[in-house]
């Protein structure tokens, strides 16, 4: 007959990995009701919700999720163990610094990608779709700036990574280019041939950021990289 003691050392325990994963959970769970909350709060905001797009609705969530995993990154690179296995699901030990450091670039990274996708969603709900040339002209050298900055941060993180995560980012790139390209093409044939409505350069871009933040997740999580 088994004993208590025997029950409880049969119990399963989660590993490394899955306790890492837990961590974040609760931590995005956390970051979105608050976010949640706060909009929840905002007067008239059925109104301005039905006014956009379904690109801006999915632009708005993308947004939502890179700013999101951007200030997880952040408060994870400040403890040193949360940090080591956010580099590395595996490690035993606390993060050095530069495992800290890259983890902080690829939080500004992240952040920067949901700034430059908020803004202009965030414009034209400002303005009824109405931008005024002066704010929209400022809003573009913001954003033209935002995106040098983020190339500078990929950059960085292409230098400071190994083989493996070198290897993740060139399959992504490639498994993203290819399949998109021959879906761009089929929609523009069948575009020309009347058959589908016509997309504009804000959808297929924000239908692009979608397709890559999954291809990303999947990729990393086939390597053991998440």
Same mark, same amino acid.
């Given at each position: 007959?088994?004993?208590? !003691? !025997? ?6 325990k989660?590993?490394r990995?899955n306790?890492?994963? @837990? ?5 995005g769970l956390v970051?979105?009701?608050v976010l949640?909350a706060?909009?929840? /709060?905002v007067?008239?905001?059925d ?5 956009l797009a379904?690109? !801006?609705?999915?632009a708005?969530?993308?947004a ?6 951007a200030l997880?990154?952040?408060?994870a690179?400040?403890s040193?163990k949360?940090?080591? /296995?956010?580099?590395?699901?595996e490690?035993?030990?606390p993060?050095?610094?530069a495992?800290?450091?890259?983890? /902080?670039i690829?939080?500004a990274v992240l952040a @920067?990608a949901?700034?430059m996708?908020a803004v202009p969603v965030?414009?034209?709900?400002a303005?009824?779709g ?5 704010m929209?002209?400022?809003a573009?050298?913001?954003?033209v700036a935002?995106?040098l900055?983020?190339t500078?941060?990929n ?6 990574s !190994?083989?493996?995560l070198?290897?993740s980012?060139a ?13 761009l093409? +089929?929609w523009a ?5 009347s ?8 959808d ?8 890559? +933040?999954?291809v990303?997740?999947?990729v990393?999580?086939? /390597?053991?990289l998440?």
């Amino acid at each position: 007959m088994s004993t208590g !003691d !025997d029950i409880m050392t049969a119990t399963p325990k989660l590993s490394r990995t899955n306790r890492t994963r @837990l961590i974040l959970m609760a931590a995005g769970l956390v970051v979105g009701g608050v976010l949640g909350a706060v909009i929840a /709060r905002v007067e008239h905001l059925d109104a301005l919700v039905q006014s956009l797009a379904w690109s !801006d609705h999915l632009a708005a969530f993308l947004a939502f999720c890179f700013l999101s995993l951007a200030l997880i990154m952040t408060i994870a690179s400040f403890s040193p163990k949360l940090a080591a /296995r956010m580099v590395d699901p595996e490690a035993t030990g606390p993060a050095k610094p530069a495992q800290a450091s890259f983890l /902080r670039i690829q939080a500004a990274v992240l952040a @920067l990608a949901g700034v430059m996708m908020a803004v202009p969603v965030i414009a034209f709900v400002a303005y009824r779709g109405q931008t005024p040339v002066v704010m929209g002209s400022v809003a573009m050298m913001g954003i033209v700036a935002a995106l040098l900055a983020q190339t500078a941060g990929n950059l960085a993180l292409w230098r400071q990574s !190994d083989e493996l995560l070198r290897k993740s980012m060139a399959e992504t790139g490639s498994i993203c280019f290819w399949i998109l390209q021959g879906l761009l093409f +089929l929609w523009a044939a069948a575009e020309k041939l009347s058959l589908v409505p016509a997309l504009s350069s804000w959808d297929m871009m924000t239908l692009l950021m979608a397709f890559y +933040l999954v291809v990303s997740s999947l990729v990393a999580m086939r /390597r053991g990289l998440a």
